[in-house]
């Protein structure tokens, strides 16, 4: 992945680096599952990612909450249900299979949905 951005400092902002430490953080997240013994259960693999995540969340989340509608909880049910089936199956490809074979369908998350209606 290239990302292309204006040269110099004057267009530049902290915020454009959560990205790039996003990306990162997955790099060592999928890198460290293959760490896990392969005989440990997937939802075992799953706790880690998912206390992970909590714990860090958890810190920042007085700053930036905001009270949920009623009307989007069904929305939160389905991110959790895709959200954990997809880790899952991510998560347990990185364990079984080399890198090299796994990658390239990690980048078809990269290619953005046609949405009708939308012109560009």
């Known amino acids: 992945m290239l990302v292309v951005v204006r040269p110099g400092s004057a267009t530049f902002q902290l915020v454009a680096l959560f990205p790039v430490g996003t990306a990162l953080f997955y790099a060592l997240l ?15 693999v799953m706790l880690y990612l998912v206390g992970a995540g909590a714990l860090i969340n958890g ?14 909880i069904w929305m939160f ?34 290619i953005p949905p046609k949405i009708s209606g939308v012109q560009k």
Do not use: C, K, N
Not at 30 to 44: A, K, L, Y
């Open 30 to 44: 999928m890198i460290g599952s293959r760490w896990v013994d392969p005989r440990e259960s997937p939802w075992t």
């Open 77 to 110: 049910l389905g991110i959790a249900v895709f959200g954990t089936a997809g880790m899952t199956m991510i998560t347990q490809a990185f364990r079984f299979t080399s890198a090299s074979v796994v990658a390239h369908y990690e980048y078809t998350g990269v």
């Open 59 to 72: 810190f920042l989340s007085p700053f930036y909450w905001v009270p949920i509608r009623p009307d989007d």
